[in-house]
């Protein structure tokens, strides 16, 4: 029988696939099997000095819902009283063998990790992803602002070949994922606009609105991209105006003509990335500035305010800071501490008790937490989830705010505002 923890997964699964075929219009392959862009996350229990227990969760970067998790625990109760019996010469060898064979087979065993903690992220990794295909998903693009070890040790898996047979998993700063969804859309949206026309041999096409010789080129798109990421890293710290500003005057550049220049938005000064603000800078009359032909992209009004929009919603303010300062890093903060405040709460005692409090907690960050879900910021999250999403989220505000102000808390809080040049 599939446990409540897995079933209610499976609909997560569900939610997931149905997010990809919708608004991303990525199809699982013939076996069944969805290509996921994912973040992969680990989070460490300290106990003293180095961590015995660790907990990884992949994280699909569109909806923020959580995946599959791995705890891996290098300490387990009933093996070490054991052992120190065995030390204290309590019990012999062979009655301390008997008894961990048996330990080990049935499953009781708290501990499933040997080697150094620091490896312990790096073999996560790798279990997550050596069992995705169970799950009907592969994680092809793994989105990261952090540390390198874990996807070099899956690109090494099964000899160099990395964890699955024809796809290749491929790192992402964040940045360049929101970066590449541009292009992305953007030829979406190449392809999607198209009319019928009659050839002057009288045949029928269907003529993209969009593509063609100075329109939406390969050409073009990737330079839209290099511009719109570019443009984003230039401006980390910024405020949000400042950095949508920026990231506009790309937009607007790629459409200017000798007759209409559209350079308002773009850096000023001799060192400015724009050839027009450039020259402008180094004394030249605004008419003696001519575009190059090969740079201009020639569309019509109704063209640009199409590609307009994929740029709005790409520069909302919410996807433009999320992106600065890592895309899923606040969902996953909010994850760690809900796990392991529950995890504190139990007292230690393996790994059973452990993955127990995780999925609580995993179903929690599922099904309640509506931050951490990238569907709202993404705008393309129906009503009816949006408005089921908040009501379980306040419920769990009042819930949580009766269950957890901490007494002392509150009064630290009043003293301070009392504090004698508070003010
Ligand atoms: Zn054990
Ligand atoms: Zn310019």
Redesign the pocket.
């Known amino acids: 029988m599939k446990s409540h923890y897995d079933s209610k997964q499976t609909k997560i699964h569900e939610a997931v696939r149905k997010h990809y075929e919708e608004h991303l219009s990525k199809k699982p392959d013939a076996g069944g099997v969805l290509k996921l862009d994912v973040s992969f996350d680990a989070t460490w229990m300290k106990r003293g000095h180095t961590s015995k227990v660790g907990m990884s969760v992949m994280i699909d970067v569109y909806t923020g819902f959580i995946i599959d998790y791995e705890i891996l625990s290098k300490f387990c109760l009933e093996c070490t009283l054991k052992k120190n019996k065995l030390e204290n010469k309590k019990i012999t060898e062979e009655t301390y063998n008997t008894w961990k064979t048996k330990h080990d087979a049935d499953g009781s065993c708290g501990s499933n990790y040997e080697g150094p903690s620091g490896g312990m992220e790096v073999e996560a990794a790798r279990r997550l992803f050596a069992r995705s295909r169970d799950l009907k998903f592969e994680y092809e693009n793994l989105v990261s602002d952090g540390d390198a070890n874990s996807y070099k040790a899956v690109l090494a898996m099964n000899n160099g070949n990395g964890p699955y047979q024809d796809t290749k998993v491929t790192k992402l700063e964040c940045i360049n994922h929101v970066q590449k969804r541009l292009g992305t859309r953007l030829r979406k949206l190449r392809e999607q606009e198209k009319v019928d026309t009659i050839t002057k041999t009288g045949s029928k096409i269907r003529r993209s609105l969009l593509g063609g010789r100075n329109k939406l080129t390969d050409t073009a798109i990737d330079k839209m991209q290099s511009f719109f990421g570019k443009h984003i890293r230039d401006n980390v710290g910024a405020d949000y105006i400042t950095m949508k500003k920026a990231v506009m ?1 790309s937009f607007h ?1 790629i459409f ?1 003509t000798d007759e209409k220049p559209r ?1 308002g938005l ?1 850096e000023e000064g001799i060192n400015s990335w ?4 450039k020259a402008l800078a180094e004394g030249k009359n605004r008419e003696e500035i001519k575009h190059k032909k090969s740079l201009v992209v020639n569309l019509d009004q109704e063209a640009q305010n199409k590609i307009r929009q994929v740029y709005d919603a790409l520069t909302t303010k919410d996807i433009l800071e999320r992106c600065v300062r890592g895309l899923t890093q606040n969902a996953n903060e909010s994850f760690h501490s809900k796990m392991w405040s529950r995890a504190s709460k139990t007292k230690f005692s393996g790994l059973k008790r452990l993955s127990f409090v995780a999925q609580s907690a995993i179903l929690d960050h599922n099904y309640g937490y509506r931050k951490a879900c990238l569907l709202p910021a993404l705008n393309i999250n129906t009503k009816a989830l949006r408005r089921s999403l908040t009501t379980e989220d306040e419920e769990r505000k009042r819930h949580h705010e009766v269950q957890m102000k901490p007494k002392r808390k509150q009064k630290e809080k009043a003293s301070a505002e009392y504090e004698p040049g508070g003010f």
């Open positions: 005057s550049h200017s350079h773009c724009c050839f027009f603000q």
